[in-house]
């Protein structure tokens, strides 16, 4: 699951603590600040708005949750993890061709 707490901690440090005040500053519309602010589905365009209005990374504005560990995963952990991945895939690979 997408959460865009991280936007959010960062607009409560800016002052703006409501999606009708986000809607304002970026000239977004309201019901689209609303899903924002529910961690519903958006556009990569409202994220890419959000990011280029107070020049922030995608990173920085969204993370994904892990719905059964229940925990945040930032980006650069996806990445680690795909390397992980990556590399355990590479390894049984070559290991399939030297048996």
Same mark, same amino acid.
């Given at each position: 699951?997408?959460?865009y707490?991280?936007?959010?901690? /960062?607009? @409560? !440090?800016?002052?703006?603590?409501?999606a +009708?005040?986000? @809607?304002v500053? *970026?000239? #977004?519309a309201?019901?689209?600040?609303? +899903? #924002? $602010?529910? !961690?519903g589905?958006?556009?990569?365009?409202?994220?890419?708005?959000v990011?280029?209005?107070?020049?922030?990374?995608? @990173?920085?504005v $969204? *993370?994904?949750?892990n719905?059964?560990e229940?925990?945040?995963q930032? /980006?650069?952990?996806? $990445?680690?993890? @795909?390397?992980? *991945?990556?590399?355990?895939?590479?390894?049984?690979? !070559?290991?399939q +061709?030297n048996?």
């Amino acid at each position: 699951m997408i959460s865009y707490e991280p936007l959010w901690q /960062y607009l @409560a !440090n800016k002052g703006i603590s409501t999606a +009708r005040k986000l @809607a304002v500053e *970026v000239g #977004l519309a309201p019901a689209t600040a609303a +899903r #924002l $602010m529910k !961690n519903g589905p958006v556009t990569i365009d409202v994220i890419d708005r959000v990011c280029e209005h107070f020049g922030l990374g995608v @990173a920085q504005v $969204m *993370v994904f949750k892990n719905k059964e560990e229940d925990h945040f995963q930032t /980006y650069e952990d996806l $990445m680690k993890s @795909a390397v992980i *991945v990556f590399k355990s895939s590479k390894e049984e690979a !070559n290991e399939q +061709r030297n048996s």
